[in-house]
């Protein structure tokens, strides 16, 4: 779909594969992000000139015409994008050069210790986040448990008050 000859702008969320496909075929985009990584997708996507940003707030038939507008009659767009889609295609090492390279790297070196992830010099409990965890819940609990014990003395005196009352 965005490969299409006649296609030349894309609304989206912004979501990280909508953001490589437009990319991919230099098409420019309207981004509307709506959670999680998507703002941030967008505010790249901005800065490199091939994205106008609508806000979800802001979102209107108006606010899409104007955004729309700008993307289709501003050339800036569309030449960003093919520059960047140019970029991609003439990336100074392929993937699977990379990964030859890598290989190769790891058969005649080995392991190589400053190469290891520091999560593996953590023990279970760290690595599983157990000690920030198993405080938290003792926690919740406990708060959970003396509001509930408040919750009861309140109501107990509430009734022997009306208690009082009707007699």
Avoid: W
């Avoid at 996507?45 to 700008?70: C, E, M, Q, W």
């Avoid at 993307?71 to 993937?95: C, G, N, Q, T, W």
């Avoid at 000690?131 to 009861?152: H, M, W």
């Amino acid at each position: 779909l965005l490969g299409h000859p006649n296609l030349r702008a894309f609304v989206s969320h912004c979501g990280q594969n909508s953001l490589t496909e437009a990319v991919y075929q230099g098409v420019p985009l309207v981004c509307v992000p709506l959670f999680g990584d998507q703002k941030h997708n967008t505010q790249k996507a901005v800065k490199r000139k091939i994205a106008v940003h609508v806000d979800k707030s802001d979102l209107s038939p108006d606010t899409l015409k104007r955004a729309f507008g700008k993307v289709l009659h501003d050339a800036m767009y569309r030449k960003s994008s093919e520059r960047l889609l140019e970029m991609i295609r003439h990336k100074p090492f392929s993937s699977r050069e990379r990964l030859l390279r890598h290989v190769d790297f790891a058969s005649k070196f080995g392991p190589i210790d400053s190469f290891d992830i520091a999560a593996n010099d953590l023990s279970f409990v760290q690595y599983y986040l157990l000690d920030i965890f198993i405080p938290l819940l003792i926690l919740i609990a406990l708060t959970a448990f003396l509001l509930l014990r408040l919750l009861i003395i309140i109501v107990r005196r509430v009734l022997a008050q009306s208690k009082v009352k009707s007699e």
